[in-house]
């Protein structure tokens, strides 16, 4: 299994950034689909998390400027982000919690994460 995010860059503050991640290998279903987030110094954490219902959570910090999606046809989730600010700079991960079989449980799976900086 593999996750291959795409999408990062160079933007101005109030600019908008779409990322990506597609998911390929023996998937048999993503279950919740998340972006995660490291700044130089913090820990990662999370940004936003979709589910396979459809249900949405973002971190506060976002709220309102960043929107999640997902393709589940194409195993594909996206991160719309608007209205950057400067605080937003930082290494961006996809996350998938998928089975590989049904009957496995559960596994978390990575990104090699994608640069988003944004200038003030």
């Known amino acids: 299994v593999q996750l291959v995010e795409s999408g990062g860059g160079l933007v101005q503050a109030g600019g908008s950034l779409r990322l990506s991640c597609v998911g390929s290998g023996s998937i048999f279903l993503i279950n919740d689909m998340s972006w995660y987030r490291q700044a130089p110094g913090k820990q990662r954490g999370l940004v936003a998390t979709i589910t396979s219902g459809g249900s949405t959570n973002y971190a506060d910090s976002v709220k309102g400027r960043f929107t999640i999606s997902r393709d589940n046809a194409k195993n594909t989730w996206n991160l719309q982000m608007n209205s950057l600010k400067p605080e937003d700079t930082a290494v961006y991960y996809c996350?998938?919690?998928?089975?590989?079989?049904?009957?496995?449980?559960?596994?978390?799976?990575w990104g090699q994460g994608t640069q988003v900086t944004v200038s003030s």
């Open positions: 996350n998938a919690n998928l089975k590989v079989r049904a009957w496995f449980p559960n596994q978390a799976y």
